[in-house]
Nanobody, 118 residues
Framework: QVQLVESGGGLVQAGGSLRLSCAAS????????MGWYRQAPGKQRELVAS?????????ADSVKGRFTISRDNAKNTVTVYLQMNSLKPEDTATYYC??????????WGQGTQVTVSS
C-alpha cells in the first residue's frame, strides 16, 4: 500500500508559477515511477510529467520548457515536486499525483486544483 498526499494547488494569474508537492508513504521501496496527471472538466486525464527511480523524466509536449518534475528520496518517504512556470489558462485542471509500483499497481492522490486566470 502507498499513500499519496498532494499540496500546492491554487489560483494564479497567467504567467505565474506554482509548485505542487506529493508525499508518498507506505511501501515506498516498491515505487518505480511517480508522476503528475491532470484532468480538466469534460476532458480525459492526461499525463503531465513523470520521473523514474533513477531520475529519468518524461513530459507532455504542452508543458515542456515550462514545467519541471523532481523527486526527493528520503528514508521513509518519497516526495515528488512539479514546478510550474509560465502558467497558461489552459493549464487549469485538477492535478493528480500517481505512483506506479514495480508490480504494475497504480496509486492516486486525491487531486489538487490549479486555476490559471487570464
Amino acid at each position: 500500500q502507498v499513500q499519496l498526499v498532494e499540496s500546492g494547488g491554487g489560483l494564479v494569474q497567467a504567467g505565474g508559477s506554482l509548485r505542487l508537492s506529493c508525499a508518498a508513504s507506505g511501501s515506498i521501496f516498491n515505487i518505480n515511477t511517480m508522476g503528475w496527471y491532470r484532468q480538466a472538466p469534460g476532458k480525459q486525464r492526461e499525463l503531465v510529467a513523470s520521473i523514474t527511480t533513477v531520475g529519468s523524466t518524461n513530459y507532455a509536449d504542452s508543458v515542456k520548457g515550462r514545467f519541471t518534475i523532481s523527486r526527493d528520496n528520503a528514508k521513509n518517504t518519497v516526495t515528488v515536486y512539479l514546478q510550474m512556470n509560465s502558467l497558461k489558462p489552459e493549464d487549469t485542471a485538477t492535478y493528480y499525483c500517481n505512483a506506479v509500483l514495480w508490480l504494475g499497481l497504480n496509486y492516486w492522490g486525491q487531486g489538487t486544483q490549479v486555476t490559471v486566470s487570464s
